[in-house]
Nanobody
Framework: QVQLTESGGGLVQAGGSLKLSCAASGFTMRDYHIGWFRQAPGREREFVAVSVRPGTGGGPFYTDAVKGRFTISRDNAKKMVYLQMENLNPEDTAVYYC??????????????????WGQGTQVTVSS
């Protein structure tokens, strides 16, 4: 059974840091791109970052709003993907989800290309 489980969310002050974790099970994670998405209240779910599957070439990719502040990494042996978030601001407040995809590299930012999703972890940044 394919399963993705996020952890590491919480409440942090503006300028602070958090590290999110995504644990994968039930599939061979090294064969998949693993992406992070977020959804703020009243807004659509949006792409944040993706770690492309090894051997694909390219990546990681980030949305412009987090470039230079967020870093995505993976440990295929542990079946874990991480999102290190630095210099957080209130606009980063959202539920963060990890998801898996085997899309073409040109489509890895597209939400609809991801099939399995975790339950999400809440990140709240206070001003």
């Amino acid at each position: 059974q394919v399963q993705l489980t996020e952890s590491g969310g919480g409440l942090v002050q503006a300028g602070g840091s958090l590290k999110l974790s995504c644990a994968a099970s039930g599939f061979t994670m090294r064969d998949y791109h693993i992406g992070w998405f977020r959804q703020a209240p009243g807004r659509e779910r949006e792409f944040v970052a993706v770690s492309v599957r090894p051997g694909t070439g390219g990546g990681p990719f980030y949305t412009d709003a987090v470039k230079g502040r967020f870093t995505i990494s993976r440990d295929n042996a542990k079946k874990m993907v991480y999102l290190q978030m630095e210099n957080l601001n209130p606009e980063d407040t959202a539920v963060y989800y990890c998801a898996s995809s085997r899309a073409a590299l040109s489509a890895v930012r597209q939400l609809e290309m991801y099939r399995a999703w975790g339950q999400g972890t809440q990140v709240t940044v206070s001003s």
